[in-house]
Structure formats: C-alpha cells, structure tokens
C-alpha cells in the first residue's frame, strides 16, 4: 500500500481501518479480516473500549509487529500529567503491544498541556513512534506545538464530502502535519452513498461511491479512516491505488461542501458540556 511520511520520518500507510463503534467481541474478528484484506494501518482508542479486542485481531492475523501502524488515543479523563502515562502503559498491556506507532490526545478539552509532556516523554521512551492530535483547530495545534518540545506530527479531524474543512487542512498542511479524515463517509449520513454527483463520478470509473470518496482525500494529501464489518467492504475501501479523479471531477466534489460537521463543532460551548457529560457517565 502507498504511504505518507510524517514529519520525523516514520511511514503510515495512506489508509487507515478504523474501529470505532464495532463491539469489543466483534473487534477482533474484524480486525483480522481487515489485516487479511489487506490493511496495515489500524486506529483505535481508549474510550472505544476494544483495545484488548485489536490485539488479539492482531495476534490472530499472524503479520509481523514491524509491518503494522496502530493508533490509539488518550482520552479526556486520563488527560494530565502522570495519568496520560499511566494510561498509555494500559493501552500498551491491553493491545499486548511493545509500542505503538502513533498514540494521539482526542480531544482538545481537559488538562492537554500535562497530557502533551506525557506523550512527548513516552515519544523519547520509545513507547511511542510518533504523537499528535485529534479535533483541534489548527490554532490550538499550532499553540500546542509552539511551545513544547514536539510538534504535533498529526490532526485526526472530520472530513468527508459534506466538510470538507478545506481551509484548516491546507493549514495544517503547510505546518507539516498530515491530516487523517475520521467519518470519511460521514456514517452514511445526508444520504452520502446514494448522492447522485458522487454516484454519478463514480459510474465513469467503475467505482462505487465509498471509492469516490477515499480516492478524493488521498488526492488531497489526507489519510482516511473508514469502517466497515464486512470483508468486501473492507476490500474495496482498499481498491482505491488504480485511478484518478481529474480536476474536474474534484471540483465537482468540492461543490459538495456544506461548511458544517455532521456530528458537532468541537469550538461549540455544548460539546465541551457534552464531553464532560460523558466523562462523567463513564466514571459512574
Ligand atoms: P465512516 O467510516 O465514515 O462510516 C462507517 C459506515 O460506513 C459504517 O456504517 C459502514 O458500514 C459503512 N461503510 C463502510 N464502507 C462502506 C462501503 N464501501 N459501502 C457502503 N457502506 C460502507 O465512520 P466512522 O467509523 O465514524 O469513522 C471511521 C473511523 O474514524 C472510526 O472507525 C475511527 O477509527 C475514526 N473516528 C475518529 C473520531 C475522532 O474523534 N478522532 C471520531 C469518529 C471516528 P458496515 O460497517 O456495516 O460495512
């Protein structure tokens, strides 16, 4: 599979199998099926509670360590120093794993200044091959980075046809962070896979709507993250190396954009409410 270079050098691969939302005793199988079809790259996260469940995916697949990329994520309530370290030796027990090869803050809420100094030091420990970001404008990125040690080498924000955050991605871009789109395909939302200008480009090359949509971000230089439980699915999300979408077609999908996301503003007042909320709940 094609790859990206992050900034101090490491390799991802250009497509990332994504594991949100599949139940910890569905994971494992999954993640095998994916390994098997073909993914190298595998995203998880603390609070999607299948971290075990990739491991053992991963240890069932029989690839070697070396020839996988796997993310994980701090989430909000282990923000801080001392509990972010101690959460990312969990997450290594849990996904029966040495070190992972990118391990990312989720959320740009709570104590993220004590959070960034553990990831850092785990970065220099080696327990990490690379940290970053996820949901954060460019400008707490650029803060973050700004003044520590180490700039964050990634930002995991939504993308899909119907936000396509064109500005903040050539931001980002151009600070040398490579952008991963989680939602690629929005869940399906606003009708994504029966959109009638995506199914229609999609019919000029032989691709369904899914293909559209991954090969459109790997054209702009983004790292998607898509879904899916079934084999074929995870097969043709992969199928996406022998084409190209010309210039006109990516402008037709850039008329696409409706400016907002289709889960929730991270800069909204009631998204720092409704993490807190969950933090809460989850305590309990
Ligand atoms: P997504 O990938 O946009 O959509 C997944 C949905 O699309 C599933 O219902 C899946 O169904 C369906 N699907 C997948 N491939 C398809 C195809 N070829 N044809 C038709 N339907 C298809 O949504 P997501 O899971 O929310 O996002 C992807 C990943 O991004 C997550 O798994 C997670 O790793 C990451 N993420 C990160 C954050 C964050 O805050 N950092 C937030 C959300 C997600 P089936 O499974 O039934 O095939």
Do not use: C
């Not at 707490?140 to 700039?151: E, K, P, Q, W």
């Not at 990634?154 to 899909?160: D, P, R, S």
């Not at 939302?189 to 480009?201: A, C, H, M, Q």
Request: aromatic share 10%; hydrophobic share 40%.
């Amino acid at each position: 599979m094609e790859s990206r270079k992050l900034a101090n050098g490491t390799s991802i691969p250009a497509v990332g199998f994504g594991v949100f939302q599949i139940s910890a005793d569905a994971t494992a199988q999954a993640v095998a099926d994916a390994i098997a079809a073909g993914y190298r790259h595998i995203d998880t996260a603390q609070s999607y509670f299948n971290e075990a469940a990739v491991g053992e995916g991963i240890r069932r697949s029989g690839i070697a360590r070396e020839d996988l990329f796997v993310t994980t994520k701090v989430w909000i309530d282990n923000y801080g120093e001392g509990s972010t370290r101690a959460s990312i030796e969990e997450s290594l027990a849990k996904l029966g794993l040495d070190y992972v090869d990118l391990f990312l803050l989720h959320q740009p809420f709570n104590d993220v200044y004590g959070s960034w100094r553990d990831l850092e030091k785990a970065y220099e420990d080696g327990l990490v091959r690379a940290i970053g970001v996820s949901n954060f404008t460019p400008a707490r990125l650029h803060d973050l980075g700004s003044f520590n040690a180490v700039y964050p080498m990634v930002n995991q924000i939504e993308v899909n046809p119907f936000h396509q955050q064109t500005e903040r991605v050539a931001q980002l871009q151009e600070h040398g962070v490579v952008v991963e789109a989680w939602a690629p395909f929005g869940e399906g939302r606003s009708g994504l896979f029966t959109n009638p200008v995506l199914s229609e480009i999609g019919a000029q090359y032989g691709k369904s709507v899914a293909q559209v949509v991954l090969r459109w971000l790997i054209q702009r230089g983004i790292v998607p993250l898509a879904k899916s439980v079934h084999a074929e699915r995870m097969q043709q999300n992969l199928d996406v190396f022998d084409f190209e979408l010309s210039a006109q077609d990516m402008e037709k999908i850039a008329s696409l954009d409706e400016g907002s996301s289709l889960f929730f503003k991270h800069e909204d007042l009631g998204t720092v409410d409704y993490m807190k909320q969950l933090v809460e709940q989850r305590r309990k």
